[in-house]
């Protein structure tokens, strides 16, 4: 069964900090893996995603992702945080050999910046 | 770009009526979702569809049925509204060709039941 996990409910960086967010999966065939922001009172928008190739993702908004097999991990990162990066993070799992439409999806962490 | 649009931004109703949510994208996507988000559990899918007509069940789906006539439109349907589904209510549509395209979400549509 596919699984993800946020084990953080919340991330509180100082702005200019480098920050990162953690995310750990589990699928039993190859992982398509995708990270999404949500300001408040919005829905969710796309940040990044690793299908395959290089493990290192770039996205919007000058935020990048790893992954690494061995670990069964993705997590996102950015060199220098913002205090408009204060928000709700998501990273979500598909199952890429298994033919599901299904995206299963962390619990999110909140990620706070501090002035 | 994509526009996920979902007809209420806040809704209130009472116990045992009937609610309707609505959900329209203009990118003629094959998938459609409705999850509902509630504090520490994240996003859990309580229905989707791949095409009109079509529908799958997800995790959570007691308590919910949904209408897809046309493909643009997907309706979740409470047939008789309780407590325990008040949240907030995310519709998302993918395209369906490219297995590994990400998904593009609603506003969201906060529906509590009084």
């Known amino acids: 069964a596919q699984s993800v996990a946020q084990p953080e409910d919340q991330v509180n960086v100082a702005e200019g900090n480098p920050l990162t967010v953690k995310c750990t999966y589990s699928v039993s065939g190859n992982p398509y893996l995708f990270w999404y922001v949500q300001y408040p009172n919005r829905g969710l928008q796309f940040l990044l995603k690793y299908i395959t190739g290089d493990n290192l993702v770039k996205g919007s908004y000058g935020f990048e992702a790893e992954f690494n097999k061995s670990q069964t991990s993705f997590h996102l990162k950015k060199p220098s945080a913002l205090v408009s990066d204060s928000a709700l993070y998501f990273c979500?799992?598909?199952?890429?050999?298994?033919?599901?439409?299904?995206?299963?999806f962390g619990t999110g962490t909140r990620l706070k910046v501090l002035a | 770009d994509v526009k996920v649009t979902q007809s209420s931004r806040y809704l209130v109703k009472r116990t045992g009526e009937k609610v309707f949510l609505e959900c329209v994208q203009d990118?003629?996507?094959?998938?459609m979702f409705w999850y509902r988000q509630d504090p520490g559990l994240g996003l859990r899918l309580i229905y989707f569809s791949y095409d009109v007509k079509m529908k799958e069940k997800g995790d959570i789906p007691e308590g919910y049925s949904v209408s897809r006539e046309k493909k643009e439109r997907f309706s979740l349907i409470l047939e008789s509204a309780s407590t325990n589904q008040t949240s907030m209510y995310l519709c998302?549509?993918?395209?369906?060709?490219?297995?590994?395209?990400?998904?593009?979400f609603g506003p969201g549509t906060r529906l509590t039941v009084l």
């Open positions: 990118m003629d996507h094959e998938n």
């Open positions: 998302a549509s993918s395209f369906a060709l490219i297995s590994y395209n990400e998904q593009f």
């Open positions: 979500a799992v598909r199952d890429g050999s298994s033919g599901t439409y299904k995206y299963i």
